[in-house]
C-alpha cells in the first residue's frame, strides 16, 4: 500500500516512514502542502497522513480543497493540537481520522489499515478472493486455510491485485503500490515477483491482459505446483 | 439601591416638599385676606344701613314706641339699629340681642347658642348700628376656596411626580439598555460593546471597557498560540523519539542503529528546547535587579559565550567590548549573548566572521552582533523575536531571540533587529550600564536610533 506522508519534521517524518516500512506500507514523504498536492496529482496513493503544521499552512486548507474539488481518498490527520475543539474541526474539515502526537506506530498503523477496510467497503479486516484469505494486518496469505509463505514485495504486489477487486492494474500503478519514489527498480522485478506468486498461489492467480496489464484470476481451477 | 429609585426618591420628595410648603403658604395667606374682605364687607354693610338711615328722619324712628319692628331674618346674617341709650330700633334677630348688643365701635366675636359671630358695630351720630356674620358660613366659605385652590397643587404635584419617573425613566433607558445586553452576554463573549446611541457620560465608559476587552482577547490569543506552539515544539521531538524506539525494538542491525541515533538526536533536541522554554519562563517571572551587585565586564561574559557555542574562531570583536562594562548579572549576560552567537551561528554561511562591536552612548552599552548571510525581508524581521518562530532555520528552538529580547526588557533595555547588504543581519542589544538610570536612556535611545 502507497501512503502520501506530508511531515516537514524531518526526524518525525523518517521515524513514521521507517515505521509504516515494516508493515509493507510504501512511503513518501512530502514536507509543504505544495509538495502533498503535487505528489496526490502524479501518483495514485491509497492514504495520506497529514501534518497539519506545515511551513506553507495549515494541512485542514488542504484538505478541505480536495474534499471540496472530489478527492476522497482516506486522509489521516497529524496534529500537536489536542483539544477537542481541534479534533472537531479536524474530523469536519474531512479528515477520515485524527491522530495526536506523539502516537504509537502500531495505533497508526492499525488506524491506516481501518481506514484502507473502510475504503474498500471490508467489514472484517482480511481481504478474500476465491479460495485466497489475505489478512493486511498480519500480512500473512492462507489458500484454502492453508498458509502460504510470501515474501515482503510478493505480499505488497498480492494485496494490490486484490485490494483492485478485479480492476485491471498497469504495471506503472502496480509498481507505484510497491517501490517508493526514491527507490530503484530493476526492469524485470515486477516480472519476477508476478512469477513468484503464481509459483506459489497457481498459474491462474494473476491474468496477464496483453497489452493493458494484470489482474486477479480465478483461483479455483489449479492447485500450485 | 438603583440609580434611577435614587434619583426618583431624591427628585420626588423634594418636589413634594417644595409644592407642600408653596401650598400651605399659599392656604395661610387666602384665610387671612379672605377674613380680611369679609370684614370689610361687614364694616360696609354696617356703613350701608347707617347711610339709609341717615336719610330718614330722626323722629321715624324717635317716635316709635313699643316693639322694634322686626326685619325678616335671613341664615346667618344679623343685623340691629339701636339708640345709643339701647333702644332697639330695629334688628333681625330678636333673640340675639346678647350678640349684637356690642356697645363698643369695630371687629368682636360673639357666641350665641355655641355657634360664632363676627361683629361688626358701628356708631353713627346718635345711632348703634350692628351686624354680625355666622362664622360657620365664613368657614364653609373659606373651605370651599380651599378645595378649589387645593385641587390644582395636587393635580400639578402627582404630574410633576409622573413627569420625573417618565424623564429619570427615560434618560436612564440607555444604561438600562447596557444591563440588558451586558446580561444576556456569554461570559466567554470578548467581542465589542456597541458605542452608538450611548449618553456621553457613560461612553468613555464603554470605550475603556471595550480596549480592555480587546487586550484581553489579544492576551489571550497570545496565551492560545503559545501553549499551541509550546504543544508542538514538545510533542513533535517526542513524536520523532517514539517513533524511532518503536522501530528500533522491531529491527535489527544498521536500521536499529540509525533509528536509535534518530531517538537520540530527538532527545537533544527535546532537550535544548525544554531548557530554552524553561529560561524564557524564568526570564519572564524572574525579578532582574540591576544595580544591585558587581556590573559584568561584557568581554568576560563574551568569552565565556563564544567558548560554550564554539565560534571563538569566527568572532571579531573591537576593543571597547573588553573595556565596557553592564548592569546585569554575568550569568544572564552569557546567556544573553550565547543566544545571539548561536542564532548569528546558524544564520551566517559557514566560517564566515562574526562581528561584535561595543560602544558607550547615552549610558547604555550597545552591543552590534553582524553577521553574513541572505537578506532579510523588513516583514520577516519583525516576526523573528516571535516565540517559536524559527525563520528559515529548522535547528533552533525558535525561542532564542525571544529569550533575549525579554531579558533585555527585564534589564530596563532593548533589542533592534536589522538587515541590509551591508549588514545582512544585525542585532543591536542595548543594555544600561553602571549607574545609568534605566529608563530614561531608553527612551532617549530609543527615539534616536
Not at chain 2, 249 to 264: S, T, W
Request: hydrophobic letters at 40%.
Amino acid at each position: 500500500m502507497r501512503v502520501l506522508l506530508v511531515e516537514d519534521d524531518a526526524p518525525v517524518a523518517a521515524g513514521i516512514e521507517a515505521g509504516l516500512a515494516l508493515s509493507d506500507f510504501v512511503v513518501d514523504i512530502v514536507t509543504t502542502l505544495d509538495g502533498a498536492h503535487g505528489a496526490l496529482a502524479a501518483i495514485e496513493y491509497d492514504a495520506v497522513v497529514l501534518d497539519r503544521r506545515l511551513p506553507d499552512g495549515d494541512g485542514l486548507t488542504l484538505l478541505q480543497h480536495w474534499r471540496r474539488v472530489g478527492i476522497d481518498i482516506p486522509v489521516l490527520i497529524l496534529t500537536a493540537k489536542d483539544a477537542v475543539a481541534n479534533r472537531v474541526e479536524g474530523l469536519q474539515g474531512g479528515a477520515d481520522d485524527y491522530l495526536v502526537k506523539p502516537f504509537d506506530l502500531d495505533e497508526l498503523t492499525a488506524r491506516l489499515h481501518a481506514l484502507l477496510r473502510r475504503a474498500a467497503g471490508q467489514i472484517d479486516h482480511s481481504l478474500r478472493h476465491g479460495r485466497l484469505a489475505f489478512d493486511p494486518v498480519a500480512r500473512s496469505v492462507t489458500l484454502d486455510g492453508e498458509s502460504v509463505v510470501l515474501l515482503r514485495r510478493e505480499l505488497m504486489l498480492l494485496e494490490a491485485l486484490i485490494r483492485a477487486r478485479g480492476r485491471i492494474l498497469s504495471a506503472d500503478q502496480l509498481k507505484d503500490r510497491l517501490y517508493g519514489i526514491d527507490e530503484e527498480i530493476e526492469s524485470n522485478a515486477l516480472n519476477v515477483h508476478i512469477y513468484q506468486l503464481r509459483r506459489k498461489l497457481g498459474r491462474d492467480v494473476i491474468e496477464t491482459v496483453r497489452g493493458v496489464g494484470y489482474r486477479l484470476g480465478p483461483t479455483h481451477s489449479d492447485t500450485p505446483s | 439601591m438603583s440609580l434611577r429609585l435614587r434619583l426618583v426618591a431624591t427628585l420626588g420628595v423634594t418636589l413634594i416638599l417644595l409644592w407642600g410648603l408653596t401650598a400651605a403658604w399659599s392656604m395661610r395667606d387666602l384665610s387671612t385676606q379672605l377674613e380680611r374682605s369679609l370684614d370689610q364687607r361687614l364694616a360696609q354693610s354696617a356703613r350701608m344701613v347707617a347711610g339709609l338711615l341717615d336719610r330718614v328722619p330722626t323722629e321715624a324712628w324717635n317716635d316709635g314706641m313699643g316693639e322694634a319692628p322686626a326685619i325678616p331674618a335671613l341664615e346667618g346674617v344679623a343685623c340691629r339699629v339701636s339708640s345709643l341709650r339701647g333702644r332697639i330700633v330695629a334688628g333681625t334677630h330678636p333673640e340675639m340681642n346678647d350678640v349684637l348688643s356690642v356697645e363698643q365701635e369695630g371687629y368682636s366675636y360673639r357666641d350665641h347658642n355655641g355657634q360664632r359671630w363676627r361683629v361688626y358695630t358701628l356708631v353713627d351720630d346718635d345711632k348703634r348700628i350692628t351686624v354680625a356674620d355666622r362664622l360657620r358660613e365664613r368657614e364653609s366659605l373659606l373651605a370651599q376656596v380651599r378645595r378649589a385652590a387645593f385641587y390644582p397643587f395636587l393635580l400639578a404635584s402627582i404630574g410633576s411626580l409622573i413627569a420625573l419617573w417618565w424623564g429619570v425613566t427615560r434618560g436612564l433607558s440607555p444604561l438600562s439598555r447596557l444591563q440588558r445586553r451586558l446580561m444576556s452576554r456569554d461570559h466567554d463573549d470578548l467581542s465589542a460593546l456597541p458605542i452608538r446611541g450611548l449618553p456621553s457620560e457613560i461612553r468613555p465608559l464603554i470605550e475603556g471597557f471595550n480596549d480592555l476587552l480587546v487586550r484581553t482577547r489579544r492576551m489571550l490569543e497570545r496565551e492560545q498560540r503559545f501553549t499551541d506552539d509550546a504543544a508542538h515544539e514538545l510533542r513533535t521531538p517526542l513524536t520523532a523519539i517514539r517513533t524511532h524506539l518503536q522501530v528500533a525494538r522491531r529491527v535489527d542491525g544498521d536500521p536499529r542503529r540509525k533509528a536509535m541515533q534518530q531517538a537520540e538526536a530527538g532527545v537533544e533536541r527535546l532537550t535544548k528546547t525544554l531548557e530554552q522554554l524553561l529560561l524564557l519562563v524564568r526570564m519572564e517571572s524572574e525579578e532582574i535587579v540591576s544595580g544591585n551587585g558587581d556590573p559584568t565586564f561584557v568581554g568576560e561574559a563574551l568569552e565565556t559565550a563564544m567558548a560554550e557555542t564554539g565560534c571563538r574562531d569566527r568572532c571579531h570583536w573591537n576593543e571597547p567590548v573588553d573595556r565596557l562594562r553592564v548592569e546585569l548579572p554575568s550569568a544572564l549576560l552569557i546567556i544573553a549573548l550565547r543566544n545571539l552567537l548561536e542564532n548569528a551561528m546558524r544564520h551566517g554561511a559557514p566560517s564566515t566572521l562574526i562581528k561584535i562591536e561595543a560602544q558607550h552612548m547615552n549610558g547604555m552599552a550597545v552591543i552590534d552582533i553582524v553577521n553574513q548571510g541572505e537578506i532579510i525581508p523588513s516583514d520577516k524581521l519583525a516576526r523573528l523575536t516571535e516565540r517559536f518562530h524559527r525563520g528559515t532555520h529548522p535547528q533552533g528552538s525558535g525561542l532564542g531571540l525571544s529569550i533575549v529580547q525579554t531579558l533585555a526588557e527585564r534589564a530596563g533595555g532593548s533589542i533592534t533587529l536589522g538587515s541590509n547588504e551591508y549588514t545582512p543581519f544585525l542585532v543591536r542589544l542595548c543594555l544600561p550600564t553602571p549607574g545609568s538610570s534605566n529608563g530614561f536612556f531608553q527612551a532617549s535611545f530609543g527615539n534616536s536610533s
